[in-house]
């Protein structure tokens, strides 16, 4: 037996002999899953609903940390500052791939210093008009436009939103004169687009669904791929002619950057598992949700398509924020 041979010998043994190392067990403590939003809105109720279920399969408190404040800016600055080590989890928005357009001065990126776990749901943007306004296609709307454009106002719940910047690429993709008017929120918004002080909005399917069924508003069309299940009977931009216009605020978990592979595939399966259960699929649909339960892979490549989809429109806009 020669030299190399014997060693190799040896060094089986020696492998033989040694137990492997066992992964890490992941959680053995609580984790916090951080939402950019005040408690009660879609995005927290989205949050603690994947939260309790993951406390049940984890045997570890999953504990929503809500953290409000200047466009999501707040709250991800934190997550991109915390260890990467699957105990803070960020539940986030569109807004957060607006956001590096509109604040000049972002200690953090917005991608680069992130790890996508999962694209869970997107909540499509629908064209929502004031049932005053004679038109019930979008055909019909987009020649309303052609002649009342420059006197048409579009609310949103405050600039650099996914609804301001939504409607300002309505405003290109129709070439009409609509005018935006910024809310301090969706409520007081919804309040004047129903009382007729402006005339149209897309909005969140979450805020409009219940005014769409009692007739406070007209649905003119979904910014989707494919129809809503809880709006079955609205038609999408693309079925309407206007080929291409999708915009959604969506929810997606994220990790900071730091994290390493193999448990951002840990959290993704766990989460993912949920999502898939019929009961919380089913809960996620009646927000006015389109369940997308995307891979890692998958949500990056969404994020990286809907930065440079926001970097247009806010350019498009002349927004900025402080």
């Known amino acids: 037996m020669t030299l190399k041979t014997t ?15 066992a992964a890490e067990p992941y959680p053995t403590r609580p984790v916090t899953m951080v939402v950019p939003y005040a408690a009660g809105g879609a995005t927290d109720v989205v949050a603690r609903a994947i939260a309790e279920k993951l406390s049940t399969a984890w045997k570890q408190p999953v504990v929503v940390d809500n953290r409000a404040g200047a466009g999501t800016t707040i709250a991800a600055r934190a997550v991109a500052q915390a260890a990467g080590d699957g105990y ?24 680069k210093d992130f790890a996508p776990i999962t694209l869970v749901t997107k909540v499509p943007l629908v ?24 006197k048409v106002n579009f609310a949103s719940p405050g600039i650099g939103t996914a609804q301001h910047l939504s409607g300002e690429l309505f405003k ?31 909005a969140t399917a979450t ?4 005014l769409i069924e009692t007739g406070k508003l007209r649905a003119i069309a979904v910014a989707n791929a494919r129809r809503l299940p809880a709006l079955p009977d609205v038609p999408t931009f693309d079925e309407s002619g206007l080929k291409g216009f ?30 898939a259960e019929p009961e919380m699929t089913k809960r996620l649909e009646q927000l006015g949700g389109d369940v997308v339960n995307s891979t890692p892979e998958a949500f990056a490549a969404f994020m990286a398509d809907e930065t440079v989809k926001w970097g247009a429109a806010a350019k498009a806009s002349g927004a900025t924020l402080k």
């Open 246 to 275: 999708e915009a959604a605020t969506w929810f997606g978990l994220l990790a900071p950057a730091s994290i390493k592979p193999e448990l951002v595939q840990v959290i993704y399966k766990e989460v993912s598992r949920i999502v």
């Open 172 to 202: 290109i993709a129709t070439k009409s004169g609509i005018t935006h008017v910024p809310y301090k929120g969706d409520s007081p918004a919804l309040t004047d687009l129903m009382g007729g002080q402006v005339q149209m909005m897309l």
């Open 7 to 21: 060693l190799a010998a040896l060094a089986g043994c020696l492998a033989l002999a040694v137990p492997a190392v």
């Open 88 to 111: 803070t989890l960020f539940m986030t928005t569109s807004a957060h791939t607006i956001s590096g357009h509109l604040y000049p001065g972002l200690t953090y990126d917005p991608v």
């Open 127 to 150: 064209l929502v008009v004031n049932p005053q306004v004679p038109a019930k296609t979008l055909a019909e709307f987009t020649a309303w436009l052609a002649k009342e454009g420059d």
């Open 207 to 210: 805020a409009v669904i219940p």
